[in-house]
Antibody, heavy 119, light 107 residues
C-alpha cells in the first residue's frame, strides 16, 4: 500500500527555521516525484515545487522560488520542505503528494502538516 | 503561468441530482488536467486524470470531459458523501496550477 506520512504540526516564532518531512512507503521512492502543495486557511491549493528523489532534481513555482527549499533523502525515503526564516504569511497546511511521471497528476497525498507561526 | 478558472465558485444541490462543474485554462493544456475532491480537514483525493480517465477506486458516477482549454466534471446521482470542494489542476506546464475550487453544498 502506497503511503506518504508527514511530520506533525509545528509552531514556530517568526524568523525561526523549520523543516517538515514526508516519508514514502509501499513503492519505489526513487522513481516518482514528490510535490509540495500549500493551502492557506480557508483558501485553495497552490503547487510550491517538486523533487525527484532519484537524482535530487527540483522544480519550483516562481512564487516560492527562493522562499523555501525542497529536498529528498533516498536512503530514508523522505522528502523535505524547509524554511530558513518563517513569516506569519507561512501559516498554512502543507501537503506532500506523489507524481509518478513528468508530466503527471498527484495520485497519493500525505495527511498534511499544519505550520503555525506565532510570537 | 497558466490560470485555471472554475465555475461556479459554489453550488447547492440535492441528493440524486446531476451536477456539472467547469474549468477553463488560460491557454491550451491538451488533456493534462486532473480533478480532485477535498473534504474539510482532509487531503485532496484525485477523481479524474488526463481530463477523462477515472482514477482506480473512484465511483463511476464521476466523469470528466474536455480538451484544450475547456473541461467539465460531472457527478451523476449525487450521494451524501459527494458534498465537498472540487479542484481542477493542470499539469501540462510548470508551474502546475489549480483552479480556485467549487464548493458543492447540500440544498
Amino acid at each position: 500500500e502506497v503511503q506518504l506520512v508527514q511530520s506533525g504540526a509545528d509552531v514556530k516564532q517568526p524568523g525561526y527555521s523549520l523543516k517538515i518531512s514526508c516519508k514514502g512507503s509501499g513503492y519505489s521512492f526513487t522513481t516518482c516525484w514528490i510535490g509540495w502543495v500549500r493551502q492557506m486557511p480557508g483558501k485553495g491549493l497552490e503547487w510550491m515545487g517538486s523533487v525527484f528523489p532519484g537524482d535530487g532534481e527540483t522544480k519550483y513555482s516562481p512564487s516560492f522560488q527562493g522562499q523555501v527549499t525542497i529536498s529528498a533523502d533516498k536512503s530514508t525515503s523522505t522528502a523535505y520542505l524547509q524554511w530558513s526564516s518563517l513569516k506569519a504569511s507561512d501559516i498554512a497546511m502543507y501537503y506532500c503528494a506523489r507524481q509518478c511521471g513528468d508530466p503527471y497528476y498527484f495520485d497519493y497525498w500525505g495527511q498534511g502538516t499544519l505550520v503555525t507561526v506565532s510570537s | 503561468d497558466i490560470q485555471m478558472t472554475q465555475s461556479p465558485s459554489a453550488l447547492s444541490a440535492s441528493v440524486g441530482d446531476r451536477v456539472t462543474f467547469t474549468c477553463r485554462a488560460s491557454q491550451t493544456i491538451n488533456t493534462w488536467l486532473a480533478w480532485y475532491q477535498q473534504k474539510p480537514g482532509k487531503a485532496p483525493n484525485v477523481l479524474i486524470y488526463q481530463a477523462s480517465s477515472l482514477e482506480s477506486g473512484v465511483p463511476s458516477r464521476f466523469s470528466g470531459s474536455g480538451s484544450g482549454t475547456e473541461f467539465t466534471l460531472t457527478i451523476n446521482s449525487l450521494q451524501p458523501d459527494d458534498f465537498a470542494t472540487y479542484y481542477c489542476q493542470q499539469y501540462n506546464t510548470y508551474p502546475y496550477t489549480f483552479g480556485q475550487g467549487t464548493k458543492l453544498e447540500i440544498k
